[in-house]
């Protein structure tokens, strides 16, 4: 199970406290005994935990696809067979900077909108005072620093595109493992052999 966007605890029941998260409700016991419950259907979610749901999965899908591209792109992997060209790496990366840093974006923007409103139920004061209210989770704080290391990632990739646009860097030739031989000192001819 996922780990709680929203906690609850209450003084009537201090042995238990409950973890609201994206695919269910799960109850933390004292003796550390927790169990979940998913939800009943996606249409009877509520519009928040809805849209945080569908936002996540896109997070996830885009930063995938920017670690795809960024891989190949980097200057010492070798992934054709063909010739690279310091061109296409530098487009890849950048294209994989670009993924990430809209992953990023579009981490942040759920977990930023559920601590929002979290925060407006708290302090809603036409709620009464004996009423648990929902506090940050640990999922929050986590989709926070995952977003941040979007940020990072995707301004490092993109950077290092524009730093280096000017400077000839030529990629490293590939050895052969078998025929030619780059150093003629260890040509078959120029061996010699001590019996």
Same mark, same amino acid.
């Given at each position: 199970?996922?780990?709680?966007?929203?906690?609850?605890?209450?003084?009537?029941?201090?042995?238990?406290?409950?973890?609201?998260?994206?695919?269910?409700?799960?109850?933390?016991?004292?003796?550390?005994?927790?169990?979940?419950?998913?939800?009943?259907?996606?249409?009877?979610?509520?519009?928040?935990?809805?849209?945080?749901?569908?936002?996540?999965?896109?997070?996830?899908?885009?930063? %995938? /696809?920017?670690?795809?591209?960024? &891989?190949? $792109?980097?200057?010492? @992997?070798?992934?054709?067979?063909?010739?690279?060209? +310091? *061109?296409?790496?530098?487009?890849?990366?950048?294209?994989?900077? %670009? /993924?990430?840093?809209?992953?990023? &974006?579009? $981490?942040?923007?759920? @977990?930023?909108?559920?601590?929002?409103?979290?925060? +407006? *139920?708290?302090?809603?004061?036409?709620?009464?005072?004996?009423?648990?209210?929902?506090?940050?989770?640990?999922?929050?704080?986590?989709?926070?620093?995952?977003?941040?290391?979007?940020?990072?990632?995707?301004?490092?990739?993109?950077?290092?595109?524009?730093?280096?646009?000017?400077?000839?860097?030529?990629?490293?030739?590939?050895?052969?493992?078998?025929?030619?031989?780059?150093?003629?000192?260890?040509?078959?001819?120029?061996?010699?052999?001590?019996?």
């Amino acid at each position: 199970m996922d780990s709680g966007w929203l906690t609850l605890s209450t003084d009537l029941l201090p042995a238990e406290s409950y973890e609201l998260g994206l695919w269910g409700t799960c109850v933390v016991q004292e003796l550390g005994v927790l169990e979940c419950r998913p939800y009943d259907s996606l249409l009877g979610l509520p519009p928040d935990i809805r849209l945080a749901r569908i936002l996540m999965c896109a997070t996830l899908a885009t930063s %995938l /696809l920017g670690i795809s591209f960024a &891989i190949p $792109g980097i200057y010492l @992997v070798n992934s054709c067979k063909g010739a690279e060209t +310091l *061109r296409e790496k530098r487009t890849l990366k950048m294209m994989g900077g %670009l /993924l990430c840093f809209a992953a990023g &974006i579009m $981490g942040l923007v759920p @977990v930023s909108y559920i601590a929002h409103l979290t925060v +407006l *139920r708290f302090f809603d004061e036409s709620i009464p005072d004996v009423v648990p209210r929902w506090e940050f989770g640990q999922a929050l704080f986590l989709g926070w620093i995952a977003a941040l290391l979007h940020f990072v990632a995707g301004s490092l990739l993109i950077t290092s595109c524009i730093c280096r646009q000017d400077i000839p860097c030529p990629l490293p030739e590939s050895v052969p493992l078998q025929g030619g031989h780059a150093n003629p000192e260890l040509s078959p001819g120029r061996r010699t052999e001590y019996v």
